[in-house]
C-alpha cells in the first residue's frame, strides 16, 4: 500500500541555518505530494502541493522538488527562522487508489537563537 | 479559506463516562476525518468517514469509538466509555475529495480530551 517515510525527529538547528527534511513515497501510481506545518496549539495546515512530477511547490520560502525518479519531495529552506519552529508531514495522495491521503510520521523542528 | 471549527476547545471527564467531540467541516467538503495527538507525540490516524460510513479505520479506533454525522450536521466522534490512555488531542479535518490535489485536508483547531 501506498507509504510515505521522512527524517526522524527532532531536528535542532540555529537560526539562519539550512533545511532539510527528507520525505521518501512509495506507491503504485502517480500521487500528489503535500507538505503540512503544524505549529505549537494548532492543527495542521497546508504549506503547499504538487501535483506533477518533476514540478517544485514553494510556500514562506520552503520548497521541494517531486522527484519521480527517485521517489522523493525533500523539504529545503535556504536559511530557516525560529518562527519556523513546528512539526512537518509529508503527505501523498494517489487519485486512482480509493484510499484517504497518506501521511509520514511528521518531524519535528526546533529552531534556537 | 475554509475553516474546520471544533467543539469544545477542551472537554474533561471521568473515566468511564461518554464523551462526544463535534466537528464541522467545511461546508461542500465530502471527504471527513479525525485524528489523535498525545501530548508530544505526533498525529495519528483514527477513521475517515465517506456518504454517511466509516471508509478506513486504524488500530487506535477501537471499539468504544464510533463516528457519525446526522443529516450533515456536525461530525461527531464518541467514545464510550472513555479509558485514560484516550486523553489526547483529537483533529477533525474534511476534504473535498479522497484522491489527487482535491485530497487536501482542512484541519480544525482540536479538541484536548482529559480523562481522569
Known amino acids: 500500500g501506498d507509504s510515505v517515510t521522512q527524517t526522524e525527529g527532532p531536528v535542532t538547528l540555529s537560526e539562519g541555518t539550512s533545511l532539510t527534511v527528507n520525505c521518501s513515497y512509495e506507491?503504485?501510481?502517480?500521487?500528489?505530494l503535500f507538505w503540512y506545518v503544524q505549529y505549537p496549539g494548532e492543527g495542521p495546515q497546508l504549506l503547499f502541493k504538487v501535483p506533477k512530477a518533476n514540478e517544485k511547490g514553494s510556500n514562506r520560502g520552503f520548497e521541494a522538488t517531486y522527484n519521480k525518479e527517485a521517489t522523493s519531495f525533500h523539504l529545503q529552506k535556504a536559511s530557516v527562522q525560529e518562527s519556523d519552529s513546528a512539526v512537518y508531514y509529508c503527505a501523498l495522495s494517489d487519485p486512482n487508489s480509493g484510499t484517504y491521503q497518506r501521511f509520514g510520521t511528521g518531524t519535528k523542528l526546533q529552531v534556537v537563537p | 479559506g475554509p475553516k474546520v471549527l471544533q467543539i469544545p476547545s477542551h472537554q474533561i471527564i471521568d473515566m468511564g463516562q461518554m464523551v462526544t467531540l463535534n466537528c464541522d467541516p467545511v461546508s461542500n467538503h465530502l471527504y471527513f476525518y479525525w485524528y489523535k495527538q498525545i501530548l508530544g507525540q505526533q498525529m495519528e490516524f483514527l477513521v475517515n468517514?465517506?456518504?454517511?460510513?466509516?471508509?478506513?479505520k486504524s488500530k487506535l479506533f477501537k471499539d468504544q469509538f464510533s463516528v457519525e454525522r446526522p443529516d450533515g450536521s456536525y461530525f461527531t466522534l464518541k467514545i464510550q466509555p472513555t479509558a485514560l490512555e484516550d486523553s489526547a488531542v483529537y483533529f477533525c479535518a474534511s476534504s473535498l475529495g479522497l484522491g489527487g490535489p482535491y485530497a487536501e485536508q482542512f484541519f480544525g483547531p482540536g479538541t484536548r480530551l482529559t480523562v481522569l
Open positions: 468517514f465517506y456518504n454517511g460510513k466509516v471508509m478506513e
Open positions: 506507491t503504485k501510481q502517480y500521487p500528489t
